[in-house]
């Protein structure tokens, strides 16, 4: 993967706002202000993800996005006590739809939300409608992950979370 550092991730234009050296990314990261670093899988390629930290505000949040540069599946962390804690996790499909970027609406938006006691609510949005269901006592350990270090990702990033 290749990382570019901004201070945010435009999906309109599909570029990166206030682009940043790894040093002042890294000095971000340090004192938790916000940055975001987006993955390219090769020189010259659409971006595969990109990681937006802002641990000043106790949040996080991977995007992984498609060909199109769409967002395809988000996973937002809380920070609690040190750890980053897997709160909600949104897939997005569009359908046949090719349309670029920000200017895309999802057909069917699916998303959890999870609490550290075990408590599971599931939302989908399609064709204008909405349902919603909740769990209990469902084992949340998997939510965890240590706050990573500048520029390594790798557990943050797993695209499965099972």
Not at 31 to 43: I, R, W
């Amino acid at each position: 993967m290749i990382w570019t550092y901004c201070e945010q991730w435009n999906n309109l234009t599909e570029t990166p706002v206030n682009t940043l050296t790894p040093e002042q990314a890294q000095a971000r990261h340090v004192s938790g202000q916000l940055y975001t670093a987006v993955a390219f899988p090769q020189k010259n390629s659409a971006p595969a993800l990109r990681v937006e930290m802002r641990l000043e505000t106790g949040y996080s949040s991977v995007i992984f996005m498609d060909e199109y540069g769409r967002d395809s599946l988000d996973y937002t962390f809380t920070l609690i006590n040190g750890s980053l804690f897997l709160e909600t996790a949104t897939s997005y499909d569009y359908g046949d739809s090719q349309e670029r970027g920000g200017y895309a609406d999802a057909e069917r938006m699916e998303s959890y939300e999870f609490t550290t006691d075990g408590i599971i609510r599931r939302t989908v949005e399609a064709d204008g409608e909405e349902t919603r269901e909740s769990r209990r006592g469902i084992d949340v350990a998997s939510n965890w992950e240590a706050v990573p270090n500048f520029g390594t990702y790798d557990s943050l990033i797993r695209r499965d979370r099972a």
